[in-house]
């Protein structure tokens, strides 16, 4: 009898818990993110180009590789500029280049005018809507790399100003 009354009651006190407690309402699952380097990085932080670096180089080259044909094509594009592949619409940016390309956790900038990390900030729209926004590393091609269903983009080469 016992045994009955302090089953019965456990079980009262353990309903009693149950629905006494506070149930904290079901959270949304966040949107998913594309990736980290379609995140305004420059945004986060800040690009400091040098005095020693700015206005120091004219232009770079930018490796376009169609994945459905195998086709690479190297345009030549003046820092500031654009070019655009037709095709698909896309227009891409190039608005900084960094010889030297240094993060520090506050600021990303060029630790000299030598190309010894050479990188370069590139914005890509389709039509009129921005899809990617990120750095191509020159000597690290595949770190960021953008990922277009089309197209690969790379850093190849950089030409100094004058």
């Known amino acids: 009898m016992v045994r009955i009354l302090s089953t019965i009651l456990c079980t009262i006190l353990l309903f009693f818990a149950v629905g006494c407690s506070e149930q904290k309402p079901q959270q949304e699952e966040p949107a998913p993110v594309k990736a980290m380097a379609h995140a305004p990085v420059r945004q986060v932080l800040k690009v400091v180009v040098p005095e020693s670096?700015?206005?120091?180089?004219?232009?770079?080259?930018?490796?376009?590789?169609?994945?459905?044909?195998?086709?690479?094509?190297?345009?030549?594009?003046?820092?500031g500029g654009s070019f655009l592949l037709p095709e698909e619409k896309l227009r891409v940016t190039v608005e900084i280049f960094l010889p030297a390309f240094v993060m520090d956790g506050k600021q990303i900038?060029?630790?000299?005018?030598?190309?010894?990390?050479?990188?370069?900030?590139?914005?890509?729209?389709?039509?009129?809507?921005?899809?990617?926004?990120?750095?191509?590393?020159?000597?690290?091609?595949?770190?960021?790399?953008?990922?277009?269903?089309?197209?690969?983009?790379s850093l190849l080469g950089y030409k100094p100003a004058g």
Do not use: C
């Open 53 to 79: 670096v700015e206005g120091m180089w004219q232009s770079v080259k930018v490796a376009v590789r169609d994945q459905q044909t195998g086709i690479e094509d190297i345009y030549s594009v003046d820092i």
């Open 109 to 153: 900038t060029s630790a000299s005018n030598r190309t010894t990390n050479p990188a370069v900030w590139i914005v890509i729209h389709e039509k009129e809507k921005e899809i990617y926004n990120g750095w191509l590393f020159g000597l690290y091609p595949d770190t960021h790399a953008y990922q277009h269903p089309r197209y690969n983009f």
